[in-house]
């Protein structure tokens, strides 16, 4: 009997002397007396009884003798990753933007004529139906990204509207949401998205309003957005479920709590909104910043302090609290992830949408594996000496590819962010110990 690998340890939690352990594979937690633990990790268990044992096995906490921890990883792993059962799409309807922020990860991508055409909106939904029936699945999730996807209306109703029958009709589960900068989220527009089986709209903010309006405005005459943006969502908030999202810097973090009160005080509240989040600006390939996708694509890099104090502001406001870490591979490693392109190009990272040599297909083509699609779903990027032995691996899994591209030139390379998930998992295991 040993001490698992993947324990976190939250000293003095959640009182003196206690510990609470956090194992970051099972998600199993257990709180114990400082000086039992410290008598394991001497291969001493005598301050543990036979039942307490049991229970740190069951939990994962303690390993017995003659189990694989790292096979049992690895099995949990590729199970989760070529889980087929559901479909993750990513449809960016369009490229072009009627924002011009300075930050944007697409950066120059977002001028031109790139809107999705109806016939590419055809194959799109004939590849969904295809890769879905195939796939017997029990789910499909689309999510409506650009650009800014509401200024391709028509093929989200499109698609909408046929994947939202095909589903009814096959018993397979809908689930589908916006990405949008909410300047045109007007009620009617609104009302037509949820027609088309749309359940929730994410919106992003990135500040109170002079914070907001500097980085986030419209394009030609860089008119102000905040206020459009917050009416908008006082409208919308009884058609479509909400939730905020937005990016800050080392300079505006620190504004975020103002923003909340704002929110608030526009009737914004914690009622209103489902969920309220907020990811740093980080570097892109585009000369351009990126910001976070989903809780699977956060970069954190020296901003894991901000974080922890942005959850905490959150938390005290009734806006979320501390969500327990997750498993969560990156999609571009998921079999079932894919991103769609406003051409009808297949990528597995939203991020390289347009990037030549990342594509692995195309919705009016078959889809054989290319070479990038066989990288994305053979690598195992953490293979090395360092992640196996590290503590966090099931809660990081080789961290954003698209990060490793960006610092590394390598979109197969790890992007380590140890001491950040470290630090928020602590921080998490503290909360919840306390919470118990
Ligand atoms: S960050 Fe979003 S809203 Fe801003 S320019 Fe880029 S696509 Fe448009
Ligand atoms: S590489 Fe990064 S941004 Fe791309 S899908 Fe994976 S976690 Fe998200
Ligand atoms: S990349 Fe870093 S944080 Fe991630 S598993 Fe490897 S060592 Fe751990």
Not at 43 to 54: A, F, R, T, V
Not at 176 to 198: D, Q
Not at 344 to 360: I, M, N, S, T, W
Request: hydrophobic share 35%; glycine share 10%.
């Amino acid at each position: 009997m040993r001490l698992s690998k993947f324990n976190i340890k939250a000293i003095d939690a959640p009182e003196k002397g206690k510990m609470a352990v956090f194992n970051t594979l099972t998600r199993g937690m257990a709180i114990l007396e400082g000086s039992a633990l410290e008598g394991i990790e001497k291969g001493d268990s005598s301050g543990l009884g036979p039942e307490e044992i049991k229970s740190l096995e069951e939990l994962g906490i303690l390993i017995p003798e003659g189990f694989d921890e790292d096979l049992f990883f690895d099995v949990y792993y590729n199970q989760v990753r070529f889980d087929n059962t559901s479909l993750r799409i990513t449809l960016l309807t369009t490229l072009n933007c009627n924002f011009a922020c300075p930050y944007c990860y697409e950066g120059d991508l977002t001028y031109g004529k790139k809107q999705m055409s109806g016939e590419t909106a055809e194959d799109v939904i004939s590849w969904i139906k295809k890769r879905a029936i195939e796939g017997r699945v029990s789910k499909i999730r689309l999510e409506y990204l650009g650009g800014e996807p509401l200024m391709n209306l028509p093929v989200i109703e499109k698609t909408g509207h046929e994947l939202l029958n095909f589903c009814k009709e096959k018993g397979i589960k809908f689930v589908s949401i916006i990405i949008s900068n909410g300047y045109l989220l007007t009620k009617e527009t609104a009302e037509r998205v949820a027609a088309a089986g749309v359940e929730s709209v994410r919106v992003t903010i990135d500040g109170p309003e002079e914070i907001h309006n500097s980085y986030r405005f419209l394009r030609g005459d860089g008119g102000k957005t905040y206020r459009t943006i917050i009416k908008n969502l006082q409208e919308c908030k009884d058609v479509l479920s909400l939730s905020i999202c937005g990016t800050y810097t080392k300079e505006t973090g620190e504004h975020i709590p103002r923003l909340l009160d704002d929110l608030m005080e526009a009737g914004l509240g914690p009622d209103s909104i489902h969920k309220v989040q907020f990811g740093p600006m980080m570097p892109s390939d585009t000369g351009g910043k990126a910001a976070n996708f989903d809780k699977r694509c956060i970069p954190m890099d020296g901003y894991h302090d901000m974080i922890i104090k942005g959850n905490e502001e959150l938390i005290r406001r009734g806006y979320g609290n501390y969500a327990e870490p997750e498993f969560c591979p990156c999609p571009a490693v998921c079999s079932g992830d894919y991103t769609i392109n406003y051409d009808g190009a297949l990528y597995k990272c939203p991020c390289l949408v347009d990037h030549p040599g990342y594509e692995v297909g195309h919705v009016a083509k078959e889809l054989n594996y290319n070479a990038e699609m066989v990288r994305c779903l053979g690598y195992n990027t953490f293979e090395n000496e360092r992640c196996r032995r590290c503590n966090v691996l099931p809660l990081c899994l080789g961290g954003c590819r698209y990060m490793a591209l960006v610092q590394k030139g390598n979109f197969h390379n790890l992007d380590c962010q140890q001491e950040g998930i470290e630090a928020i998992t602590v921080e998490t295991v503290r909360r919840m110990a306390k919470e118990l």
